[in-house]
């Protein structure tokens, strides 16, 4: 059974950065990509960026310059780094694991809050 813990969210002012952790249990997750969600009270959860085991990454347009995310195999861990926050990047940020591939996540942590003040 993989875990996945997430940590690192918090209260930022507009402009600040956070950078979030997600350290996975039970299985190694190397070979597999990873991905970071996030739902904001009222709305959907969507998609933030993802890594693939090769390190390709991918990022929403609303992300796309200001946070990166990046993993490191050998603490089985993936990171997000958020600069240059805004207030509409608050949310409960989520990690996720594809194991059975094909775009879909079978794992999710419990999520860590982040809220960026104006």
């Known amino acids: 059974q993989v875990q996945l813990v997430e940590s690192g969210g918090g209260l930022v002012q507009a402009g600040g950065s956070l950078r979030l952790s997600c350290a996975a249990s039970?299985?190694?997750?190397?070979?597999?990509?990873m991905g970071w969600f996030r739902q904001a009270p009222g709305k959907e959860r969507e998609f933030v960026a993802a890594?693939?085991?090769?390190?390709?990454?991918y990022y929403s347009d609303s992300v796309k310059g200001r946070f990166t995310i990046s993993r490191d195999n050998a603490k089985n861990t993936v990171y997000l780094q958020m600069n240059s926050l805004k207030s509409e990047d608050t949310a409960n940020y989520y990690c996720?694991?594809?194991?059975?591939?094909?775009?879909?996540?079978?794992?999710w942590g419990q999520g860590t809050q982040v809220t960026v003040s104006s």
């Open positions: 890594i693939t085991w090769s390190g390709h990454t």
């Open positions: 039970g299985r190694t997750l190397s070979s597999n990509t």
């Open positions: 996720a694991a594809s194991v059975v591939g094909g775009g879909r996540y079978d794992y």
